[in-house]
């Protein structure tokens, strides 16, 4: 069964720091991995989706990077800002089926 | 462009009453669709996924069903609501690449 744990759950910075989550997965055998962003009572936010043949995937400000063999994943978040106060949750998506495993989030909160 | 509508936004239910969520994705088709839950301190939970009409796959028993009547239309009910049924709703589609997206979610508060 696969799980999916995310380090830490709560980070607060202040604004203008680079800063790195982390996600871990107990099964190697993904189809890929997909970062999302939830604001307070809202929707999940997709931000970045990486293949399991890929290492890394950018946007903006974002990089997601993916080591599939030792079942880590970092979402690197530049120069932060307020905006960027939000839920970031990892999801795993398995080899053989449709199922999305979420981690539990890393709640964010940038202070200006 | 691929667009996802869930509502209402928020609802609020008697105990023992009947329950009905409704989901639908415009600009595309025969998307895979699901059912997620988000209890406060447990995560996003899977309930059910749908792969085309009439297919439902059901993760975790439970109170509550699910149906597809139409290709891009899901909807989630229950005869008989439960106070452990409280929870935010989310429904999301996922196309060909594997890539979910969600709905802004359903706020369920069981009185």
């Known amino acids: 069964k696969q799980e999916v744990t995310q380090i830490p759950a709560a980070l607060s910075v202040p604004e203008g720091e680079n800063l790195v989550l982390n996600c871990s997965f107990t099964?190697?055998?993904?189809?890929?991995l997909q970062w999302f962003r939830q604001d307070p009572g809202k929707g999940l936010t997709s931000l970045l989706l990486i293949q399991s043949s890929q290492r890394e995937q950018t946007s903006g400000r974002l990089n997601a990077s993916l080591d599939k063999s030792s079942g880590r994943s970092t979402l690197y978040i530049a120069a932060s800002q307020p905006g960027d106060s939000a839920t970031y949750l990892c999801a795993v998506n398995g080899g053989s089926n449709y199922k999305l495993t979420f981690g539990k989030g890393t709640l964010l909160t940038v202070n200006p | 462009s691929q667009t996802i509508h869930q509502w209402p936004a928020t609802l609020v239910q008697p105990v023992g009453s009947p329950l009905s969520l409704e989901c639908t994705v415009e600009g595309t088709s025969n998307p895979n669709l699901y059912w997620y839950r988000q209890a406060a301190g447990r995560g996003l939970q899977l309930l059910f996924y749908s792969v085309g009409i009439g297919q439902i796959s059901s993760e975790v028993p439970q109170n509550l069903s699910a149906s597809r009547p139409q290709d891009r239309q899901f909807i989630l009910s229950s005869k008989k609501l439960l106070l452990s049924d409280s929870g935010f709703y989310l429904c999301?589609?996922?196309?060909?690449?594997?890539?979910?997206?969600f709905g802004s979610g359903t706020r369920l508060t069981v009185v």
């Open positions: 099964d190697s055998a993904i189809y890929n």
């Open positions: 999301a589609w996922s196309n060909s690449a594997r890539s979910y997206t």
